[in-house]
């Protein structure tokens, strides 16, 4: 019998492989293009020979001590401002989030049961361990109970 693919294990390599790609890869490739073509097209074409005495290291340092400030400066702005609309709009899609808010919630009111209880706590444990952050897990923790499956959720529209 042929064994079975492990689509999570699948998923997870490519969202990897996307993440190092776009965030770290292109980001090089991508930010050095953007400085030769900036060099060759804008600085070599200058009048009165401003190019001729502006050479590509030269441009560079000068580049990067004025673009650098320049895009920290908008990433903190964008930090301030923008995060959390963000951060609103990926809440509203996290079924791991609202799962664990309504437990919470359900906790505070008493209407949990002790099974409900070691399985949540396991749950989130079981991700402190997969992130490195064991110290921070209680040893009090029976069993592994598994993860639940992901389910898309209803939003109650009529397609």
């Known amino acids: 019998m042929p064994k079975k693919i492990d689509r999570t294990f699948i998923r997870r390599r490519w969202l990897d492989f996307r993440n190092g790609h776009s965030i770290y890869l292109i980001f090089l490739l991508t930010f050095t293009n953007f400085i030769l073509i900036t060099y060759n097209f804008a600085i070599k074409q200058m009048p009165f020979g401003i190019g001729d005495y502006l050479n590509l290291p030269v441009f560079v340092v000068l580049f990067a001590l004025l673009y650098v400030p320049v895009a920290i400066v908008l990433g903190v702005w964008h930090r301030k401002h923008q995060y959390s609309v963000e951060n609103e709009a990926l809440l509203r899609q996290n079924w791991m989030w609202a799962w664990v808010m309504q437990y919470q919630i359900r906790l505070i009111k008493g209407k949990t049961n002790p099974k409900e209880d070691e399985y949540i706590?396991?749950?989130?444990?079981?991700?402190?361990?997969?992130?490195?952050k064991s110290e921070?897990?209680?040893?009090?923790?029976?069993?592994?109970?598994p993860i639940p499956k992901e389910e898309k959720l209803d939003t109650g529209k009529n397609n």
Do not use: A, F, P
């Open 121 to 132: 706590i396991t749950y989130l444990n079981d991700i402190l361990k997969r992130t490195n």
């Open 136 to 145: 921070l897990v209680g040893e009090d923790i029976g069993s592994v109970i």
